[in-house]
T-cell receptor, first 111, second 118 residues
Framework: GQSLEQPSEVTAVEGAIVQINCTYQ??????LSWYQQHDGGAPTFLSY????GLEETGRFSSFLSRSDSYGYLLLQELQMKDSASYFC????????????FGAGTRLFVKA | GAVVSQHPSRVICKSGTSVKIECRSL??????MFWYRQFPKQSLMLMAT?????????EQGVEKDKFLINHASLTLSTLTVTSAHPEDSSFYIC??????????????FGEGSRLTVL
């Protein structure tokens, strides 16, 4: 089976940097994704790491260490609109590709 | 990016009735779609993988006779909640992966359907 762990809540101030960690246990691991979801909305894709290392997309970066079964999402220059839930998700192959989500981290950005 | 449309966005029904939710990929073909369920402030729980032209693959613990999935074309998957009960009230979200996204891991999500069973 698959399991993911990430903090339930993080609070930070505008302009700061925040890191959301994710550890996972899975068979058939292919990659780690990150999604953002605002209350009442659908998840939107942020990033995907299939290989070790850092992927940068604007203010957001994502890191993966396959040997440690660990990844993180780094958000820089925080803005109020970044207040949302952030989910790490493993893409795994177990007879077919599927994406399993972590419990989510609620990020609160304060002025 | 690719667009996935889900309908209806909200539905209220009486206990014992059945409700159908549609998920369409508008500008790409999706041989595989995924149905998730989300309770308030909780994670997305994968219910089943919908495969075009074949039977859906259900996750452990999901009743296939209760949640009927049909994927009759490359752009449409439907989820029917049969004999709905109040405990089936939830946010149901479908997603699909564009062929070009196979190696990017990106899932495109519909807007979600909020089901309330009275």
């Amino acid at each position: 089976g698959q399991s993911l762990e990430q903090p339930s809540e993080v609070t930070a101030v505008e302009g700061a940097i925040v890191q959301i960690n994710c550890t996972y246990q899975t068979s058939g691991f292919y990659g780690l994704s990150w999604y953002q979801q605002h209350d009442g909305g659908a998840p939107t894709f942020l990033s995907y790491n299939a290989l070790d290392g850092l992927e940068e997309t604007g203010r957001f970066s994502s890191f993966l260490s396959r040997s440690d079964s660990y990844g993180y999402l780094l958000l820089q220059e925080l803005q109020m609109k970044d207040s949302a839930s952030y989910f790490c998700a493993v893409r795994a192959y177990t007879g077919g590709f599927k994406t399993i989500f972590g419990a989510g981290t609620r990020l609160f950005v304060k002025a | 990016g690719a667009v996935v449309s889900q309908h209806p966005s909200r539905v209220i029904c009486k206990s014992g009735t059945s409700v159908k939710i549609e998920c369409r990929s508008l500008d790409f073909q999706a041989t595989t779609m995924f149905w998730y369920r989300q309770f308030p402030k909780q994670s997305l729980m994968l219910m089943a993988t919908s495969n075009e032209g074949s039977k859906a693959t259900y996750e452990q613990g999901v009743e296939k006779d209760k949640f009927l999935i049909n994927h009759a074309s490359l752009t449409l998957s439907t989820l029917t909640v049969t004999s709905a009960h109040p405990e089936d009230s939830s946010f149901y979200i479908c997603s699909a992966r564009e062929l070009a996204g196979v190696n990017t891991g990106e899932l495109f999500f519909g807007e979600g359907s909020r089901l309330t069973v009275l």
